[in-house]
């Protein structure tokens, strides 16, 4: 069975830091791409960030360009997504999902076959 469990979220002073993880059972993070993605209510889900560790290559969706980095520690099956200069309108639930993922045109496609429960991020201003 499959799980990933997000963990690391809180409550940060806007210009904080937190560090999402992301641990995986069940399944190798180098067979896949690992995205994480946030959801505030009554809003659509927004992909965060996306890794491939097989070519490298990320995604960075444009509002946290700068601030964010991804990575992914492959022996200990863990991803993680740095979150610096934290603004409130990071506010949201974190989610991290493993998959596939495209830019095309600087537009994220993605299909992602296992989800994690997310973790509440709230930065205050």
């Known amino acids: 069975e499959v799980q990933l469990q997000a963990s690391g979220g809180g409550l940060v002073q806007a210009g904080g830091s937190l560090r999402l993880s992301c641990a995986a059972s069940?399944?190798?993070?180098?067979?896949?791409?690992i995205g994480w993605f946030r959801q505030v209510p009554g809003k659509e889900r927004e992909g965060v960030s996306m890794f491939n560790s097989r070519d490298g290559s990320t995604y960075f969706t444009d509002s946290v360009k700068g601030r964010f980095t991804i990575s992914s520690d492959n022996v200990k099956n863990t991803a993680y997504l740095q979150m610096n200069v934290l603004k409130p309108e990071d506010t949201a639930v974190y989610y991290c999902a493993v998959g596939n993922f495209a830019v095309v045109s600087g537009v994220l496609y993605y299909d992602m076959y296992h989800w994690g429960k997310g973790t509440q991020v709230t930065v205050s201003s």
């Open positions: 069940g399944i190798n993070f180098d067979s896949y791409s």
